[in-house]
């Protein structure tokens, strides 16, 4: 029982350090995978963050538990730190996110979480009257202000973002080949123009992301007992029954040819006006572009990250060629 009451505790510690963190897995909002890579632009911050709320956090529940009387929950009570780390790799795992994770940091990080809950455990949580801290010497003080003075100091530390960009090329890479792999029949049978295909693959890869398939399968019972239109599939399209994500790339991509033929239509108007300007061109090209992504999803920042995205996809993967990373000029320039 005990043991059981630990791993829920656990589990509420995951969910709670991650709302605190302001990435809550259970969040509505969309997630940017740049911004998932960790570039520990404050290193200080992010590893006290990182490996000292457990610790507090279970010297508080144990102080709580103290208090009711309920001294046997906070035997072993360190066990609570070692579900917790393994609940958090596990759920990175089973959400696709292992090409992202540093793993390295990350078992680092759990050591230390593991390593100093247990430390307190035996030296203050053990005993009760261990819990409140002696300020009756001065050395307390002094030892605070220089710990506050080298957590300042290494927290000024920019650490290199190397590791975190090829990371996400790994990540990209081989969500990439998964969608071509599995959807390639459908995506290349409807389009033809190569940059539609990536803004395409974009969509997919962000919604994936976003929309773990553990997430899709719960969307996908929810739908089951519910008649309202909901987002469901890999490129979570509205529909008013349950759908798989074949289904979904294919309404998906027929949202999405739908908007380019209205677009292209305005696109040509004002590339007779434009055409002598090269700059003029090349912005018209992009505006319309964010237009064609804002059409599917009238999110702002889901905008610029599918472009973001499908940039980064023609950079990569196609040579960062001019031409594939044009639509409504490849459209005129065929026509």
């Known amino acids: 029982m005990i ?3 630990h791993i829920i505790i656990s589990i509420i510690l995951f969910f709670l350090i991650n709302i605190i963190g302001h990435f809550a897995p259970i969040d509505t909002k969309y997630y940017q995978i740049t911004s998932f890579l960790e570039t520990d632009e404050a290193p200080a911050f992010n590893f006290a963050f990182r490996i000292l709320t457990p610790v507090v956090f279970i010297i508080l529940l144990s102080s709580v538990l103290y208090h009711f009387e309920q001294d046997h929950y906070v035997r072993n009570i360190y066990w609570v730190s070692i579900y917790y780390v393994s609940f958090r790799a596990i759920f990175n795992i089973i959400t696709n996110r292992t090409y992202l994770i540093n793993w390295k940091k990350q078992i680092f990080y759990a050591l230390c979480v593991v390593g100093t809950t247990y430390f307190v455990y035996e030296r203050l949580i053990f005993k009760k009257e261990n819990l409140l ?11 605070i ?10 927290n000024n530390i920019k650490i290199s973002e190397s590791g975190a960009e090829n990371r996400k090329l790994k990540y990209i890479k081989n969500a990439l080949n998964n969608i071509k792999h599995r959807y390639s029949n459908i995506i290349n049978s409807k389009v033809s123009d190569i940059r539609l295909r990536q803004i395409i693959y974009a969509i997919i890869i962000h919604e994936s992301f976003n929309r773990p ?7 996908y019972i929810k739908s089951k007992f519910s008649s309202k239109e909901v987002s469901l599939g890999i490129m979570q399209v509205k529909s008013e029954h349950a759908i798989t994500d074949s289904e979904s790339i294919e309404k998906g991509i027929d949202i999405i040819i739908k908007h380019f033929e209205t677009l292209k239509v305005d696109f040509k108007i004002e590339y007779e006006n434009e055409k002598a300007n090269e700059y003029s061109l090349e912005y018209l090209e992009q505006d319309y572009q964010a237009k064609l992504i804002r059409k599917y999803n009238h999110c ?9 995205l499908a940039d980064y996809i023609n950079e990569k993967f196609y040579l960062a060629n001019k031409d594939t990373r044009n639509l409504f000029l490849n459209y005129i320039s065929n026509n």
């Open 145 to 154: 202000i220089i710990l506050i003075f080298i957590y300042n100091l290494i």
């Open 300 to 308: 702002d920042d889901y905008t610029y990250e599918i472009k973001d």
């Open 213 to 219: 398939k553990i997430f899709r399968i719960l969307e």
């Open 3 to 5: 043991t059981f009451i």
């Open 133 to 143: 801290p002696d300020f009756s010497n001065i050395a307390n003080e002094l030892w």
